[in-house]
């Protein structure tokens, strides 16, 4: 990459050998900052949920086949309170069959087919003791509202009952409620054993 820069400024330097004009520029900011602070996200069973086998007889043919919800223990905890926020990560992208961003895929059966979706919802949270509301900021937003539901489009943080501001907490506790759907099998090939494989990362954002 080095090499590439030097030698497109040396192509600059030489166009304007001999033209001496004063030149427009513009400055180049870079803004951060380094919290004191770290939190660490975590998931009962190893953030591990096993449907188990499912028979296909068993599936919807002409609409979608809601299987029954499974929960895990979400936890978050922080060095001091903190401002934070998490965001979830479709691993399977483009294997949504809803193709919307409320919904997470489940894999792709043998044939490339979308296999279904997920819904990630957080339930009974409970921030440093007290029970808090849930909000959500959707990209290109600069708005919070209330809003249990991941997406791939949003992150969610902690605001006071009644409040649409992001708080500091330092310790935050929920369920993880997560809704399978498979498509309909009318569009999807089953004749062989297909794997449902959903995977999703939960991030720590910063605020």
Known sequence: ?????NTLFAALLLSSAGN????????LTVKGLITPSACEPTLSNGGVVDIGK???????????????????????????????????TDNREGSNFADDMAHFGL???????????????????IADGVSPWIIGL??????WIRSYYFARDNILSVANTGGAIPIPVQQFTSSLRINPIIAPTSGLTLNNEV???????LTVIYL
């Open 1 to 5: 990459m080095s090499k590439s820069l």
């Open 20 to 27: 001496v004009l004063a030149a427009s520029s513009v400055d």
């Open 54 to 88: 499912i028979s296909a007889k068993d599936l919807n043919a002409d609409q979608e086949t809601h299987l029954p919800s499974q929960y895990l223990q979400l936890g978050v905890t922080c060095d001091a309170a903190t401002l934070m926020a998490l965001e979830a």
């Open 107 to 125: 894999g792709l059966t043998n044939d490339s087919e979308k296999l279904g979706g997920m819904e990630l919802r957080i339930v009974d949270p």
């Open 138 to 143: 959707q990209n290109g937003s600069s708005t």
């Open 195 to 201: 794997a449902i494989d959903g995977s999703v990362t």
